[in-house]
């Protein structure tokens, strides 16, 4: 059949023995000569039309591959000329970056020797105690303030406890629970709110620090917020509310103390204190519903007197037409 093939590709007649083999029958032998000849140009058609897949198919696979080829040649001059843009660096917020650690330990230095209150009389004493505040104290804060202090009180243990960083990651307030005694009284637990800043080198107390509530464990962390402006009439028409609140606050009057403080309100008294004086109030401008205030309270201890300085958070209660502005939220202050 190959042969057959091969002669018609050449045009090539048949040899003569293949037109019939038996000389006795010619047509029977012209008959199978033809029927080869039929065979041969079904088979040579077969074959050139497998032939002609196989070319197609291989065109096909070439173009793909020159294809493939002539777009990684693309891609890789797009990379030299035009280099993909660099990534862009991930700002996290500021308060992530925030030195808890030294933030803590400057809190912690400073309540230890805030805390420590020598009697009047004992130069010696009154002196150390200035010089340890002075280590970390930032230039707006006064350390050197006249102690007046009838009875000794010492530290015995010093324990950071929360720390609540500004938004701007620049400050914070930091919480540290002491142990102190007082006198020949047991000791007792008490929390101290110190704001500390940075002086551009390291963490410094930038603030009066200021009694508050032992905090209960786990206590979540709450920034500071910036102090707007005064107003005057609101902080007139608040000011004896707020005389009444520090003295429920310090008193430890858990249940006067809730009944004058914003619905929803979370704050634990501190208990021990009395208020001598309410030295400053200040209620700032603001919304319709919430408000910031500033105030200085002179507390009475059993040590003697102090004073400190706070920020609160007021909210409006409305009943009809009136509207009372109570505590929602109190810590210290980060103004002097």
Known sequence: MITAIWRWMRNQPPPADEKGSDPATPATGQRAARGRETAGRLGVIELHTERGRDRWGRRALRTTLVAALVLLMVLGMRALLRPYPKPQPVVLPASLSYDRGGASATAARWAGAYLSLPLAGNTAAVEARATALSQDAGSNVETTTALNVT??????????????????????????????????????????????????????????????????????????????????????????????????????????????????????????????????????????????????????????????????????????????????????????
């Open 151 to 336: 009875t000794e009180q010492r530290v015995e243990t010093i324990l950071p406890s929360t720390v609540e960083v500004n938004p701007d990651g620049r400050g914070s307030i930091v919480t540290v629970l002491a142990r102190v005694v007082t006198g020949k009284t047991p000791p007792r637990w008490v929390a101290l709110a110190v704001p500390v800043g940075t002086d551009g080198r390291r963490p410094v107390v930038v603030g009066t620090a200021a009694f508050v509530a032992v905090p209960a464990p786990g206590a979540a962390e709450r920034a500071a917020g910036a102090t707007p402006s005064q107003d005057s009439p609101l902080t007139t028409q608040t000011r004896n509310r707020a005389a009444a609140w520090f003295a429920a606050y310090g008193a430890g009057n858990a249940d006067a103390l809730n009944g004058i403080s914003a619905p929803g309100a979370q704050i634990a008294p501190i208990g021990g204190l009395g208020v001598k004086s309410l030295d400053a109030w200040q209620v700032n401008a603001g919304g319709a519903d919430t408000r910031t205030a500033a105030a200085v309270v002179t507390w009475t201890t059993p040590s003697g007197a102090i004073q400190q300085s706070y920020q609160l958070t007021l909210s409006a209660v409305r009943s009809g037409s009136t509207t009372d502005w109570r505590v929602l939220t109190v810590t210290a202050s980060t103004q002097r």
